[in-house]
């Protein structure tokens, strides 16, 4: 098949057109490169397995050609994690909402079965945990920029429904909890691989608020191997929402002694609070795990990797740069 990923060569797409390609399929990348990189695709596009189009999701104009050639669409194009909606929130906004709106209206024209990948965001704060997919989704004040990303990613689900259930285009709505791995970029502060980066160059790893929130965190290989089985289950999982990731959960200020023990680092732990690194609204969500027995029974998901594995491929990643 011939298969568009949006933001391809981002660490999640990247990982996802490997897969793909491996599987024998030709892979279309669109992506603005703007916290994406060639670097992460060059192997693929020199050994002639992926076409790459340098372009913005929110010009049409870039989108309907590729869509049109596409079997497949899996949507992972936005600005990602809550620095960048803090620091841009009306860009930000802008890029996850009508980005979406221009890649789904294109995969509508031709009838091409369509995945867009939320986030565990949308669950906001939330506290009945693990999260299910109907569970409730809790947002704070319109005046903190913090759920501005929550809120983006709802809006492309309820926008991927519609489309379903109003146009039947074969929509699959992915809710991706914490995904890390080799490749993945401790520029936008992703939590692990900040630390390996630190650890690796003893120095003072810095844990926001008092450590004590809860995440768990899944392999890129595990988080890209469920989305090309959700893409070949087919009609099954047409119209529906799912969660992805991990439940191996662990406190910050646990993950951060995991990796001081695996780099064998002589690094200290320091805590910042939000107000220092966000600012003085900031909320955080104290514990986010997922429910995954839906995603199980559709597609018999079942993460290969641990932690301890997740870590050591990023030290691995980290060491051979
Ligand atoms: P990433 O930043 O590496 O990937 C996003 C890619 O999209 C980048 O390559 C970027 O250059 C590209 N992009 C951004 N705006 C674009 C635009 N307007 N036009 C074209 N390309 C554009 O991040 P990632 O971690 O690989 O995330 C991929 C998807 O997974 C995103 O939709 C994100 O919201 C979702 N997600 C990721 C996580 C995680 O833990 N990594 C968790 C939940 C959801």
């Known amino acids: 098949m011939k298969i568009l990923i949006t933001g391809g060569a981002g660490f999640i797409g990247s990982h996802l057109a490997e897969k793909l390609v491996g599987e024998g399929h030709d892979v279309l990348i669109l992506d603005d490169l703007s916290t994406g990189s ?20 929110m010009r049409r104009g870039d989108v309907a050609p590729l869509a049109e ?6 949507h992972l194009a936005a600005a990602v994690g809550v620095r960048t909606v803090v620091d841009k ?7 996850n909402i009508e980005g979406t709106q221009n890649v789904i209206e294109a995969a509508a024209k031709k009838g091409v079965p369509f995945l867009v990948t939320s986030s565990s965001e949308v669950y906001g704060k939330n506290d009945d945990l693990p999260f ?20 983006s990613k709802a809006v492309d689900e309820f926008m991927a429904l519609a489309y379903w259930r109003e146009k039947k285009l ?4 992915v809710r991706l909890f914490n995904t890390t791995g080799p490749r993945q970029t401790h520029r936008y502060g992703m939590v692990i691989p900040n630390f390996v980066n630190h650890a690796l160059r003893n120095e003072p790893l810095i844990v926001h608020g008092d450590g004590e929130q809860v995440r768990a965190f899944s392999h890129v290989s595990d988080i890209v191997s ?19 990731g ?5 406190s910050i200020n646990d993950l951060a002694k995991r990796v001081i023990q695996h780099t064998g680092s002589a690094s200290l732990i320091t805590h910042v609070p939000y107000h220092e690194v966000y600012n ?19 597609i018999g998901y079942a993460p290969r990797y641990t932690l301890d594995d997740t870590i050591k491929a990023i030290i691995g990643h980290y060491q051979s740069l």
């Open 280 to 298: 003085a609204t900031f909320e955080d969500m104290r514990k986010r795990v997922p429910n995954i027995s839906k995603i199980q029974e559709a």
């Open 246 to 250: 991990s439940t191996e959960a662990i």
């Open 226 to 244: 469920g989305l090309v089985d959700l893409m070949n289950a087919g009609t099954a999982v047409y119209g529906e929402i799912f969660n992805l």
């Open 89 to 95: 929130p009306l860009e930000s906004m802008v890029r």
């Open 38 to 57: 060639l670097q992460n695709i060059q192997h693929l596009i020199d050994a002639g397995h992926v076409s790459f189009t340098k372009g913005d999701v």
């Open 170 to 173: 074969p929509t699959i709505t």
């Open 69 to 74: 050639k596409a079997d497949f669409i899996f």
């Open 132 to 151: 299910h997919e109907h569970s409730e989704r809790v947002y704070g004040s319109a005046y903190n920029e913090r759920w501005g990303y929550a809120l």
